[in-house]
């Protein structure tokens, strides 16, 4: 004979939540509760089934160009317009850093866009930067007369810590002559992103 429990709540010993229904939305567990799914059996979730994975998260682009720039210099990228932050990690007015504030690992990504204005370009580079320190950089070399815009894109998996670890984006332009060089904004052309991959 088949045997039906009906409740709204299931509490461990002390008294916390461990499983609750309310308006249609089952919480299982209580904070600081570690759920765990044992060897042998399977847990399947329809596709589109989850959401909050891969957070926290963060995409920016800068918004207009950006000039002032230094020859062969690196130069922060600006990205000032928030196209996605999914906790607020990302300064978009000030540092323009992403300081996620959860330990794991971080798929991160960028592109700069730089424009020589008439100019000799010789190098450029994008380069991600990890607690103001250079991590990783693309750098590509040009002909002497060779004037024109080029975008760099990067990508790299870091480490961050759940305190102080921050990210930043990076551009440099070395050109033989002329002094007007930026970083192009808008489209998307200059960005930077990460989002959370695992433990």
């Not at 991590?135 to 102080?164: E, G, P, R």
């Not at 332009?173 to 990460?194: E, H």
């Amino acid at each position: 004979m088949a045997s039906i429990l009906k409740v709204d709540t299931i509490q461990d010993q002390s008294g916390n939540n461990i499983i609750n229904e309310n308006a249609d939305t089952i919480t299982i567990g209580a904070s600081g509760d570690t759920i765990t799914v044992p060897t042998g059996a399977s847990l399947t979730v329809p596709n589109g089934g989850l959401s909050g994975q891969n957070y926290p998260a963060f995409f920016a682009e800068l918004s207009a160009n950006q000039t002032g720039l230094t020859d062969n210099v690196y130069t922060k990228a600006q990205c000032d317009t928030e196209i996605l932050d999914t906790d607020g990690y990302y300064d978009n007015s000030t540092n323009y850093r992403f300081t996620p504030l959860v330990a794991g690992k971080y798929y991160v990504y960028g592109q700069v866009t730089g424009d020589t204005a008439n100019t000799n370009l010789v190098a450029f580079d994008s380069a991600l930067y990890k607690n103001g320190s250079l991590l990783q950089t693309n750098y590509s070399i040009f002909s002497t007369n060779y004037a024109a815009s080029q975008s760099l894109s990067i990508q790299s998996i870091v480490d961050m810590n759940c305190t102080t670890d921050y990210l930043e984006l990076f551009g440099r332009v070395n050109v033989l002559s002329g002094t007007t060089i930026l970083f192009f904004g808008g489209d998307q052309m200059t960005s930077f992103g990460a989002f959370r991959i695992g433990d």
